[in-house]
Nanobody
Framework: QIHVEESGGGLAQPGGSLKLRCTAPGFTSRGCGIAWYRQADGKQHEWVSQINTRGLTMYAESVKGRFTIAKDKAEDIVYLQMSDLRPEDTAVYFC????????????WGQGTQVTVSA
């Protein structure tokens, strides 16, 4: 089972940037992708972005053009570069392995809090 750890969250002003980090040892060698989700207070988890084994990326419409997902295969790390942040981006951000059934894990990690406020 792939264990993930999210980091890099914090407080940013509207229009600012943050770079999240998802450490997921073994996800590359197992042929898995990584997806980012977020959960705002009182809401369900929302899919944000994902990157597959071939490096293909996808984004939710709400973040397209502002967020960039990328992976460091050598280090088994996936980054989520967030720019032009908005107050509605405030949430706890989670990453999860994605792809074939062997990659999937139940539940959620601790996540990393992102707060966008002036």
């Amino acid at each position: 089972q792939i264990h993930v750890e999210e980091s890099g969250g914090g407080l940013a002003q509207p229009g600012g940037s943050l770079k999240l980090r998802c450490t997921a040892p073994g996800f590359t060698s197992r042929g898995c992708g990584i997806a980012w989700y977020r959960q705002a207070d009182g809401k369900q988890h929302e899919w944000v972005s994902q990157i597959n084994t071939r490096g293909l990326t996808m984004y939710a419409e709400s973040v397209k053009g502002r967020f960039t997902i990328a992976k460091d295969k050598a280090e088994d790390i996936v980054y989520l570069q967030m720019s032009d942040l908005r107050p509605e981006d405030t949430a706890v951000y989670f990453c999860k392995p994605d792809g074939p059934l062997r990659c999937l894990v139940p539940g959620w990690g601790q996540g990393t809090q992102v707060t966008v406020s002036a």
